[in-house]
């Protein structure tokens, strides 16, 4: 005969299960014992259908058509440019061994990755699906894209500040404006410095791997330089570019530009230096740039390096004729977690062709984003109250960079600085050599330490610096300076 069982009795449950009394534990754990069996069958689920999919790379599948649905406001024309490179590339089997499952997975994934970087898609969903024509073969499939497009108009008012000035814009933007993934974009501001300003700026693909853009821009501003000299400026011009990305390469750009200038609104204290160059004058140019930038963070990067080289011809027609050529370079190396070390160095040569060179073509040095401790565009030759650019410069600074102690989270860092640069006029009485070596010759020099603000999308820092070696004619700036910009030496 069997006992009877007298409580109080043992606890079988699991000695990791709460007690019945603890509702909200009790929730919370089943609730995570629900997630952790979904996410073990979804892995399980992925794993049986990679395996899946990797036994079967070679089926013999071959793709015969591409339908891309939801694209209403794009041209079947554009699409079909697009999409035959990837299609071709499939289809030739003398190119590539591609008539198989893997090959229809590329080129779904091609296609779909095509659409995504023309901007015109919030999303793009590729399948595989059996081919719907009647004539079709065993293996023959489609290609079935699902797109929903993004909207067509877009407007923004805002309130910038950059290059140690503020602004006040509005920009409007028309997305795929003739079906081609174009764009056309209308930017007008007004801020402290540059009083007026618009942009407009039509760009379409020319190649179906979007790497190549041709752009077409009008635009006009007036600026105040009464800050650096007693005038102003006011420009009106148009420029047609061809943009190249060659991806590790770099990023190429061929223009021409024509612009039409006008120093005007001479103060009374105006030098003849400045006198001279008032009045109109219309420049016509072209020229390349190439850039390459492998930063990690373009407004403060602890590591990989940036360098670019522009190069300008101007003398087709017009009233100025020279040669100008400038390089940049920026290189950033982690020495320690939380603190890098970032050195950046700038030169420019302008060479006039026919006359003494303008005004307005030539280089300015100074500032808080150019050499710290010397006040904005004050450096090099001067008259009066003037300063009026130069012909060749350079410049470079090394600083220090470090989280804040205990707070490496925080968008502040502090930072060591020591900049160095030189600005001055060709002598055309003397080799180019010698005017370099004249130029290097006589360095202005500063130091400081301070804090950089991350403030997406500029940098803001605040500075507290000393000029070590200055020449004459030069602005400085002792104690604190406040730079606002995206480029700082």
């Known amino acids: 005969m069997t006992e009877g069982l007298h409580p109080p009795l043992q606890r079988t449950a699991h000695p990791h299960e709460p007690k019945e ?16 069996k979904l996410r073990g069958e979804y892995e399980s689920a992925v794993f049986h259908l990679a395996e899946l999919v990797n036994q079967n790379l070679d089926t013999s599948l071959s793709v015969t058509s591409v339908r891309v649905d939801g694209a209403n406001n794009t041209r079947k024309s554009f699409l079909g440019w697009l999409i035959q490179p990837w299609l071709a590339r499939h289809t030739d089997n003398r190119a ?13 994934r091609g296609i779909s990755h095509i659409l995504q970087e023309t901007d015109l898609f919030h999303s793009v969903d590729a399948k595989i699906q059996r081919s719907r024509d009647h004539l079709a073969r065993e293996g023959d499939v489609d290609i079935v894209v699902t797109t929903r497009e993004k909207g067509r108009f877009y ?19 028309v997305r795929n404006i003739f079906g081609g993934a174009e764009f056309l974009e209308g930017h007008y501001s007004a801020g402290t410095k540059t009083r007026r300003s618009f942009h407009g700026l039509l760009s379409l693909p020319l190649s179906p791997s979007l790497r190549t853009m041709g752009q077409l821009s009008l635009f006009s501003q007036e600026r105040d330089l009464s ?52 009045g109109q004058n219309i420049k016509s140019s072209i020229s390349h740039s190439w850039t390459k930038d492998t930063r990690d963070d373009k407004l403060a990067a602890s590591r990989g390096y940036y360098a670019k080289l522009f190069q300008e011809l101007a003398g087709l027609s017009g009233d100025v004729s020279f040669y100008k050529a400038e390089v940049e370079s920026q290189i950033s190396r982690r020495l320690v977690p939380g603190m890098s070390l970032s050195l950046v160095a700038r030169s420019g040569f302008l060479k006039a062709l026919t006359g003494p060179s303008h005004f307005t073509d030539r280089f300015q040095l100074g500032g808080p984003l150019s050499v710290r401790s010397f006040r904005a565009n004050s450096m090099g030759p001067r008259d009066g109250v003037d300063s009026l650019g130069g012909d060749i410069y350079w410049s470079t600074g090394v600083s220090l960079v470090s989280d804040i102690p205990r707070k490496p989270h925080w968008p502040i860092k502090s930072h060591i600085f020591v900049n160095a640069g030189g600005l001055d ?4 009485t003397k080799a180019l050599s010698d005017n370099v070596i004249g130029c290097l010759s006589k360095p202005s020099i500063s130091a400081g330490v301070g804090l950089i603000y991350r403030f997406d999308p500029v940098r803001v820092e605040v500075n507290f610096g000393v000029p070590l070696v200055a020449s004459k004619s030069d602005g400085v700036r002792r104690g604190f300076q406040v730079g606002i910009g995206m480029e700082f030496l």
């Open 21 to 36: 009394d603890d509702l909200e534990k009790l929730k919370k754990w089943q609730e995570a014992r629900l997630e952790r």
């Open 155 to 173: 407007l923004k008012t805002a309130t910038e500040f950059g290059n140690n000035e503020g602004s006040v814009s509005v920009t409007g933007r």
């Open 227 to 278: 800050s650096f000299a007693s005038c102003s400026e006011i420009s009106h011009g148009l420029k047609v570019a061809i943009n190249s990305n060659w991806g590790a390469h770099g990023v190429h750009e061929v223009a021409y530009q024509a612009v039409l200038r006008h120093i005007n609104n001479l103060a009374p204290s105006a030098s003849v230096s400045i006198r001279e160059q008032a």
């Open 96 to 108: 590539s061994k591609s008539n198989n499952l893997q090959g229809a997975l590329y080129t779904a």
């Open 425 to 428: 006029a060709m002598n055309g």
